[in-house]
C-alpha cells in the first residue's frame, strides 16, 4: 500500500524502513491523517510474515516537532458544540478524542514485531512519545529531545506521563517532564530513555542492527518482574521522592499550571497501577487540562501568536527583505555591548562605537566574556568565539559607518548626548540607512527631530540583559516610514528574539505597565502591608520577581530620576506623593540605590550569605497584620493594575495588536505567564466580571484601577479582546 506522509522500503533481512515525510510541512506532525496512516501501516506490517521489525525514521531534518495543536483546538471545539446539548457525551468524546493516540501507541508497542526509532534533529512532545513507545531508540549525536507541552499549558498526553518515568528514574522523568526543556543524547543515554547514541548518518543501519541482534517487540513494563528505575511509590525511595517533589512543584508553580499539576498527578497515580490504566489515566487529566483556560490562553499567546510575531505577522507589506550585513553600534556600555554580542552571534559586522577607544574596547569585552562563559558550560566552542570577536570592530571613529544597514543609539539617556551622535551618525550613514534607538523613556518621535531623515528613524528597545530577553520592542514615532520598520523587524529575526511593534508614549508598552506593577507595590509599602507579603504574593501571582526585588535590579535611583522628570515636564500633580517620598526617603536619606549598591529594598550581604528584605522598611510604614491581609486581593490587585494599563494601552493605540499586548507582557516582564498574558487576563476572566473588579478595587485602593471607557463599553456586552481586536479579522478562538 502507499501512504502520504510515509515511505516503507523493506530489506532483503525483512525490515522494514518507514520515513516520515509530510509532503508539503517543513517538519513533521502528528495530525488526524498520520495517526490513521500510522495505524494501517502498523496493521500491514504486523501482519506481513516477511517483516521481522521496523525501524521508524524522519525523512526531514528534525525527527518531529509534536502534536498538530490545531488538531487539539479542532477536538476543543467538537467539545464544546456538543457541550451544550449533552454535558456527558461531550465529556465522553473529549476523552475518547484524547485516547485514541494511547491506544495507537499502545497498539505499536504491544503488535509484538521490534519498532526502532531512528531519532535526527529534534524529536518534540507527541513525536518523541512516538518514539517511547518503540523497543529501542537510537539518537543522533547531535539531536535533542524534549516533551515541552508544559510550557504551553498541557502536558504529555501520549503516554509521555508513564513511560518516562518506566525508562528512568521518577525525580529525572518528573524534572523532564515538569521542566519541558532538551535533553541532549549524553543525558539521555545515561537516563534510559534512548538506547543507542550514533552519528546521524548511522542512524538507520544501527538500528536494523538492534532489530537484527535481537531486540525484542515487548516493552519492559510488559514483561513479568518488571521494576521501576526510581522504584514503587509506597516504598522507602518513593517516600523520599513524592513529599520533596510535590513542594518543589508548589515552589516553582504555586499551583497556577493545571498541565504542570496534571503531570504530578499523572506520574503518582500511574505508576500505582498497571500501564494500561494509567494511559487511561493519564488520558482523563489530559482531557481535563485541555479544557481550562489557562492551556487555552497559553497555547494562543506562547505558541500561536508568538510564531506568528516571529514570522513578521506585523511586517509591512510589499517591502523586500533586508539582507543585513552590517551595523552600527553607539554606545558601548551595558546595552550597547549586549546588542553588539547577539548581533555578532547572528552574523552581523559590528562596528561598536563610544567615546574613545578604551571604552569601545570595553564594550567588546563583554562579548570575549560572555562566550568564554558559554565555552565554560559547553555551549561555545574556541572558533564560534574567533568568529564572533572578529566581527565587531571597536572604534571612535564615526567613519567607519559608511557602509552600515542600520545603526542603533545606546548612549546616555540624555536628549542633548543623543542629539549629537545622531548628528555625527547620519554624516557619515548611508543614504537608505535606518537609525534606531534604544532609548526606555524618551518619545521617539522627539528624538526624530534630530535626524535628517525621520521617516527612517525608528526606536528598537531591548531589555537587559541583552542576551538573555527574549523580546525587542519596535517603537513606531510619528514619522517613522514602513521600510524603517521592515528594517527594524528583519534584523530582530535575524538576532532571533520576539518583536512587538507599538505606537510612540512616554514608557512604550512594556515600562508602562511594568512601572505599575512597581508603584502599587509603593501603595501596598504604604498601607502597612509587610514586605514580605508584597513578595510572596507577587510570586503566588505567578510573577518571575516580586516587585520590590525588580526595582532593585532596576535600580531604585532610576525610579526617582523618572519620577522627578516626569514632575519636571507634566508636573507635581503627575505622580503620586506618596511614592515621590517613599523613593526620595529610599535614595536621598538611606542611600539605598538597589541591587547596585548592595542596599536596596533588600540588603545584598557578601556571600555565601543571601540577600534579604531590609528590616529598616517596616520601619517606614506602621504594619498591618499579616493575618488580616486578604491575600487573594493583593493578587488580584497586581494582575488588575498592569491589566487595566494594558487595555488603556490599546484604547489609546499604543499596541494595534491584541496578541502584542499578551506576548510583550509575558516576555518582557513574565506577566503571569498562565493567564495568556495581560489582555488574555481579562478575556479569560470576561470584561464584565474584570470591570466589577476594577470598581471594588478603585473603591479601597484609589483611582489607578479606574477602568477606562473602552473596557467599560466593552463590559456592557461581556465582549472579549480577541473577538473586537481580532487580529485576524475574524473572531479568535481561545484554544489552539
Ligand atoms: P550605559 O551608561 O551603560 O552606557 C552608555 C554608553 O554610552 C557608555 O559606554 C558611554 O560611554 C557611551 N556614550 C556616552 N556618550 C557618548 C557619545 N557622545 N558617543 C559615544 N558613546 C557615548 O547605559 P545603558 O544602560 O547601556 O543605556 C543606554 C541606553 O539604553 C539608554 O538610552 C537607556 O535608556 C537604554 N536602555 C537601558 C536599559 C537598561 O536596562 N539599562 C534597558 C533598555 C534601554
Known sequence: MSYENFKIETDS????????????KSMNVIDLSV????????????????????????????FGAGADLSMLQQMLGEYKQKFSEDNEAATQLLFDNAYRLNQLLRKQETSGKPFVAAINGQALGGCLEMCLACHARVMADDAKVALPEVKVGLFPGGGGTQRTPRLMHTQEALQFLLKGGNMHPGKAKANGLVTEVVPEGELVSKAKELINNGLKGVQPWDERGFRLPGNKVYSPAGFQLFPPANAIYR????????????????????????????????SRYFAQVLRSTEASMMIRTLFMSMQELNKGARRPKGIEKNEIGKIGVLGAGLMGAGIAYVSAKAGIDVILIDRDQEAADKGKAHSESLEDKAISKKRSTAEKKEEILSRITPTDDYSKLSDVDMVIEAVFEDSNVKKIVTEQAEAHMPEGAVFASNTSTIPISDLAKFSKRPEQFVGIHFFSPVNMMMLVEVIKGGKTGDKAIAMALDYIARIKKTPIVVNDTRGFFVNRCVLRYMSEAYNMLSEGVPPAMIENLAKQAGMPLGPLQLNDETAIDLSHKILHQTIRDLGEDAVEKRHIELVDAMVEKHGRLGKKNGKGFYDYPEKPAKKHLWPGLKEMYPQQKADEIDRQEIIDRFHATIAVEAARCVEENVVVDVREADVGSILGFGFAPFTGGAISYIDGM???????????????????????????????????????????????????
Open 35 to 62: 495517526m490513521e496512516e500510522w495505524e494501517k501501516i502498523i496493521d500491514e506490517l504486523v501482519a506481513d510474515d516477511a517483516v521481522k521489525g521496523v525501524v521508524l525514521a524522519s525523512g526531514k531534518k528534525t
Open 13 to 24: 533481512d525483512g525490515i522494514a524502513v518507514v520515513t516520515w515525510d509530510m509532503p508539503g
Open 251 to 282: 515552589r516553582e508553580t504555586q499551583d497556577n499550571y493545571p498541565g504542570a499539576r496534571a503531570i504530578m498527578k499523572c506520574v503518582y497515580e500511574g505508576l500505582l497501577v498497571p500501564f494500561d490504566t494509567a494511559l487511561k489515566i493519564e
Open 686 to 736: 470576561g470584561t464584565k466580571a474584570f470591570v466589577e473588579l476594577l470598581a471594588k478595587l478603585e473603591k479601597k485602593y484609589g483611582e489607578q484601577f479606574k477602568a477606562n471607557d473602552l473596557l467599560i463599553e466593552m463590559a456592557k456586552n461581556d465582549e472579549k479582546f480577541y473577538d473586537r481586536f481580532s487580529p485576524t479579522g475574524e473572531p479568535q478562538k481561545e484554544a489552539a
